[in-house]
């Protein structure tokens, strides 16, 4: 079964870090674009960052860039989401995706554009 599962998440407070954790099973990351999605309680689901297969771009979105970076590690089939300088807004359950070969820039944050998803990780910021 290919599935992707995330760890990671959790209580901190504003200003502090955390480092999210996907891992694939059933399948390998090799030939991927991967990313994170979030999506807080009353809200719809937003991509946050996404790192494309071929070229390694990565995309962010306007309000985590320069705080949070994805990396992608192949051999292990894992991606992270290292998020710092976090912030009460950041608050929101956190999910790995994974899509099999590269998307153009306008599709990185389409909900439509991944055929995997992670159950989701819970990252809440106190402020």
């Known amino acids: 079964e290919e599935q992707l599962v995330e760890s990671g998440g959790g209580l901190v407070q504003s200003g502090g870090s955390l480092r999210l954790s996907c891992e694939a099973s059933?399948?390998?990351?090799?030939?991927?674009?991967v990313g994170w999605f979030r999506q807080a309680p009353g809200k719809e689901r937003e991509g946050v960052a996404s790192?494309?297969?071929?070229?390694?771009?990565?995309t962010y979105r306007d309000s985590v860039k320069g705080r949070f970076t994805i990396s992608k590690d192949t051999a292990k089939d894992m991606v992270y989401l290292k998020m710092n300088s976090l912030k009460p807004e950041d608050t929101a359950s956190y999910s790995c995706v994974g899509k099999y070969s590269p998307l153009t820039t306008s599709a990185r944050f389409s909900t439509l554009a991944y055929r995997h998803w992670g159950q989701g990780t819970q990252v809440t910021v106190s402020s």
């Open positions: 790192s494309n297969h071929g070229d390694g771009s990565t």
């Open positions: 059933g399948f390998a990351f090799d030939d991927y674009t």
